[in-house]
């Protein structure tokens, strides 16, 4: 089960935590929807300390995905991109948009 699924699935039985992960998908890190779903993610781990283990233990396990290893690239974008954006490792020659 992935980090969202995880989620998704303890907020089932809850609509107004349903919304507020609804609410978050899509925004940028450091948007009100995101900030809201962290504290609500903050409540559930204090009433179920089990959800919380499991929701670190995928955490890691989603970013370990994002690691590059030994010459490799790890290359992510987070949040709204308003222009043109490359991502690259090695690049040889000019490069235009």
């Known amino acids: 089960?992935?980090?969202y699924d995880l989620i998704k699935t303890?907020?089932?039985g809850d609509p107004a935590?349903?919304?507020v992960l609804a609410a978050a998908e899509g925004t940028a890190q450091d948007s009100p929807q995101v900030r809201e779903l962290a504290e609500v993610l903050e409540a559930e781990q204090a009433?179920?300390?089990?959800f919380g283990e499991r929701l670190r233990a995928e955490w890691e396990r989603?970013?370990?995905?994002q690691r590059a290893e030994s010459g490799g690239v790890?290359?992510?974008i987070?949040?709204?991109v308003g222009g043109n954006v490359l991502q690259a490792r090695d690049i040889e020659g000019d490069?235009?948009?």
């Open 95 to 97: 490069i235009t948009f």
């Open 78 to 80: 987070s949040g709204s």
């Open 74 to 76: 790890a290359n992510r």
């Open 10 to 12: 303890k907020f089932a």
């Open 1 to 3: 089960m992935g980090l």
């Open 62 to 65: 989603a970013a370990d995905g």
């Open 17 to 19: 935590a349903s919304a």
């Open 47 to 50: 009433a179920d300390p089990a």
